[in-house]
């Protein structure tokens, strides 16, 4: 029985171990943010709110095109439809305010949306149709900036040779422009430098310019983190460190997360990894998540690349809880099937044990008998061996006294002296035999049960044992009932012996029995029940 319940145990922890294996520790604390992530959406849009309720306060244009900026910013990774309205807004501002630089600004800001929702052909438009010649130096950076991004977004887009390859040279040129308008070691020039070196696929100096950026003691916002974190993962899984590219794309998701940001490819990423380690549970969880940001943020391109992995995942994490539910079906007949066995050993034990039991009690009950009849046979034998001996003894003294008489009359008779023959009968008194007779069987009754008398007496009160003198031998009632303890349970027998009739017998058993504090259908099972004299 134990060796089944250890394989029983066996059997459960494999069945739970294999559908918990999958779970990696190492996203633990992406999953306790993304069951929070209403919380950071939700300062986010205190933010928003805020910038609103100032800005309808109001009224010079200066000022509000400050707060539209403000109000694009937060929207511009987080909700493309509003980015868009906002980015209109500062446009119009701009043109009230006749100023250049901000009209490029805001036109920047459209091309953002665009370009961040895949319309990369709108993009290219707008950004061709504004001249910087003029423009200020963190305007020209932006402008360069965001053509750079566009390159490399069509480069990833259009994964096609020769196009990828214009694509990514073109990127790195506007990426050498931006730099000479961005201040130096500041987080943006990392961020373009490293962008350029990733693109050059100089791995190893692109980790130069965002493990930096990546250290939270540098002081980054999140969202500038998450960036140079989902760079480093990119690098690395070409790098083919599938480890490390693993643990900065859960620490951009982290970044995005608490940014609020839902224009990012860092979740689709980390699935994608996931799901190439076996992880399926947790890539299909986060590819899912990716989509549902794609999904807000309306951003068409992400939708598309997630859209090509989504059923790949979906249709492994659908083979694996098949599997799963096989592996756990097949544990579960096992286990019935055991549990089974485990039922019918146990019945079958129990109906073994049960049965020694009743054997057990039979043999005890034939025990008790045994060592009753042993003790009756024991008892038996001692008063038989005693009464034996009795009459032998009487038996020979009457033979004696029948001797002498016999011996006498004969005498008598030869002598012709017939009436001194009369005299001597009369001479003979039988009632004096009789009692002799009794006197000797209450001697060797005592001597069997030396306690009757005394057992006897408790079955009546202590009034009724005044009349039971026994100082001149046992009483009639007595001698009637230690017979009965003799076994001698016939009254016709006991009225012989006693020289009385039976109804005279029977009315001092009933005169005795009424006189007992014990009920009498009981009285002579407690006579039974008195012991004769112990014997080793």
């Known amino acids: 029985m134990k060796k089944l319940a250890l394989v029983f145990c066996f059997i459960l922890s494999y ?58 910013n937060e929207y ?32 920047e800001h459209i091309a953002f949306c665009y370009l961040s929702s895949g319309l990369f052909k709108e993009a290219s438009d707008i950004i061709n149709s504004v001249d910087i010649n003029n423009a200020c130096e963190d305007v020209k950076k932006n402008y ?7 390159y490399f977004d069509m480069a990833d887009y259009n994964n096609v040779e020769p196009f990828k390859s214009q694509y990514i040279s073109e990127g790195n040129r506007y990426c050498d422009s931006a730099i000479v308008y961005t201040p130096q070691n500041s987080p943006e020039l990392w961020s373009i430098k490293g962008l350029k070196l990733m693109q050059l696929r100089d791995f190893n100096g692109a980790i130069d310019m965002f493990l930096p950026l990546a250290e939270s003691s540098k002081g980054v916002d999140d969202h500038t983190y ?9 690098i690395y899984e070409e790098l083919r460190d ?73 249709k492994e994490r659908f083979e694996m809880v098949e599997k799963q539910r096989n592996i756990l079906i097949g544990s579960v007949l096992i286990i019935s099937l055991l549990f089974l066995l485990l039922l019918g050993t146990t019945i079958i034990i129990y109906k073994q044990v049960k049965k020694l039991r009743l ?15 042993n003790s009756k046979l024991m008892e038996a034998n001692k008063i038989k061996d005693e009464y034996i001996t009795q009459s032998i003894y009487g038996d020979s003294e009457y033979i004696d006294r029948i001797e002498h008489i016999y011996k006498i009359v004969n005498r008598k008779i030869v002598a012709r002296q017939y009436e001194d023959i009369r005299s001597f009968l009369k001479e003979s008194d039988l009632r004096k035999e009789r ?15 030396p306690d009757f008398v005394e057992e006897y007496k408790k079955l009546f009160l202590a009034d009724d044992i005044l009349d039971m003198d026994i100082s001149k031998g046992l009483t009639p009632e007595i001698r009637i009932f230690a017979l009965i303890r003799l076994g001698i349970h016939d009254s016709e027998r006991i009225a012989k012996f006693l020289n009385y009739s039976v109804n005279t017998i029977n009315t001092y058993k009933t005169k005795v029995k009424n006189k007992s504090i014990i009920a009498n259908e009981l009285f002579e099972q407690k006579i039974m029940e008195i012991k004769t004299v112990q014997t080793n």
């Open 76 to 107: 511009k990774s987080y909700k493309y439809d509003s980015a868009y309205v906002y980015a209109h807004k500062c446009l119009d501002i701009a043109y009230l305010l006749k100023d250049s630089c901000k009209i490029i600004d805001a036109k």
């Open 144 to 150: 360069y900036t965001l053509l750079a991004r566009l």
């Open 359 to 373: 054997a057990r009690h039979t043999i005890q009950e034939q025990n008790k008998k045994l060592l009753s009849t």
């Open 242 to 314: 599938k480890q490390k590219a693993i643990h900065y794309m859960i620490e951009a998701s982290i970044g995005d997360i608490k940014s609020a940001t839902k224009e990012t490819v860092a979740l689709r990423n980390l699935a994608n990894l996931l799901y190439e380690t076996g992880d399926v549970h947790k890539a299909n969880k986060y590819v899912r998540l990716a989509m549902e940001d794609a999904n807000l943020y309306n951003a068409r391109h992400r939708k598309i690349s997630i859209s090509s992995i989504l059923p790949i995942i979906e």
């Open 435 to 449: 009692e002799n007779m009794y006197s000797s069987f209450d001697q060797t009754f005592l001597k069997l049960f």
């Open 15 to 72: 069945t739970l171990l294999y559908a918990s294996s999958q779970d990696g520790s190492s996203t633990d604390e992406l999953d306790k943010l993304i069951e929070k992530r209403d919380l950071y959406i939700q300062q986010k849009e205190d933010r928003i709110n805020s910038l609103k309720k100032e800005l309808s306060k109001l009224s010079d244009n200066t000022e509000k095109l400050e707060y539209y900026n403000s109000l694009f």
């Open 226 to 234: 998450a960036i140079a974190a989902s760079s480093l993962g990119f």
